[in-house]
């Protein structure tokens, strides 16, 4: 990962002063619910069948939001041509009322440099793959309070449910749905690491404090990772690799991820992949599928998919609200998880 220009450092900090927790307190917005999601399955992955075929249960999601897909099994990337012909099939079996959509299976998860969760949200953004370090293209969803993102914006936040193994793929839509039963006393850790180039968020971090109306107390922590935590809800930090994963227990619908170059290219070896965090028990994450650079826009912004999800939004729409240029990072998990639907999230301290 290389170094953006300092100069972006300023401007860093100065949007960070005017991320407000104090945002929390705000009315409840409206969410997307099962209806509003299309559910896409690779009809050449007996396992993204199943998987799929099990969601729609699970989330009871109308029948007829089911669109069934041949890709290649085992290809991570298609090519722009490739892709083009894939997401003009989908959309056009789409009605008005789709409002996201999510793609039951593990591969392929990237469009030559684009995520496949950008390019089938936004469309495939050839001017990145000149340079992927080179800034990003602004998401109209970014930091919105838009509830219904193809009505108002005529866009679909989209978003992977891997399915390498069936079971962990039940578990993790269990997690979401499991996460608006019961809210728990959770925390958020938000870690500054010995890794300063994979530092860039730090500046969008929230303060420390504890949101009593959702049972939340945010911590910031000065390491290269922590262990033997039982409350986890978000866990944000920048490394190549986070250990003691095993060690943690993750609330139904948590949230984690880490800065680095490549964890959304799910299969690779060189750097830590994003399904780690599912593996642990998160229910969302996001990684990069090219070289970005260590732009903060082009990563979750802790401060800003916190309070979206504290608002009560779902995990897909505070994930994608919370990327100012998401053209190459990918989102995974179960999109509809929504554990502080129903509570009005009070300001800190």
């Not at 404090?209 to 390491?223: D, G, N, V």
Request: overall charge neutral; proline content about 8%; some cysteine.
């Amino acid at each position: 990962m290389h170094l953006s220009p300092l100069i972006r450092i300023a401007a860093l900090l100065s949007f960070a002063c005017l991320v407000s927790f104090s945002a929390f307190a705000a009315p409840q917005p409206a969410r997307l619910t099962p209806a509003n999601l299309a559910v896409i399955v690779n009809e050449a992955d007996p396992n993204s069948v199943e998987v799929g075929e099990y969601y729609l249960q699970a989330r009871q999601i109308p029948a007829q939001n089911l669109i069934k897909v041949k890709l290649p099994t085992g290809k991570v990337q298609l090519s722009a041509w490739e892709f083009a012909g894939v997401r003009s099939n989908i959309l056009t079996r789409l009605g008005p009322e789709i409002q996201a959509i999510v793609m039951v299976w593990t591969t392929p998860y990237a469009v030559e440099c684009n995520s496949i969760t950008s390019a089938m949200t936004l469309g495939y953004d050839a001017q990145q793959c000149k340079k992927t370090c080179d800034p990003g293209k602004p998401s109209p969803y970014f930091n919105s309070e838009i509830s219904l993102p193809y009505t108002s914006l005529g866009i679909r936040p989209s978003m992977l449910l891997p399915v390498e193994s069936v079971e962990q793929a039940k578990a993790l839509i269990d997690r979401g749905v499991f996460s608006s039963f019961r809210l728990l006393p959770s925390s958020a850790y938000l870690l500054t690491t010995s890794d300063q180039a994979r530092n860039a968020r730090v500046p969008m971090f929230p303060k420390p404090m504890q949101i009593a109306a959702s049972q939340l107390t945010i911590q910031r922590i000065e390491a290269d990772s922590i262990q033997d935590r039982k409350d986890v809800m978000f866990y944000f930090t920048g490394k190549i690799s986070v250990p003691h994963l095993d060690t943690l227990t993750f609330r139904p619908g948590a949230i984690a991820d880490h800065l680095t170059s490549s964890g959304g290219d799910l299969l690779g070896k060189s750097q830590m992949s994003s399904l780690r965090w599912l593996d642990a028990g998160a229910t969302g994450s996001y990684g990069t599928v090219s070289e970005p650079c260590n732009y903060w826009q082009k990563f979750p912004a802790p401060s800003i998919v916190m309070k979206h999800y504290l608002q009560g939004e779902t995990l897909i729409e505070s994930y994608w609200k919370s990327v100012a240029w998401p053209a190459q990072g990918l989102f995974i998990g179960e999109p509809l998880a929504a554990p502080y639907a129903g509570t009005t999230a009070a300001p800190g301290p």
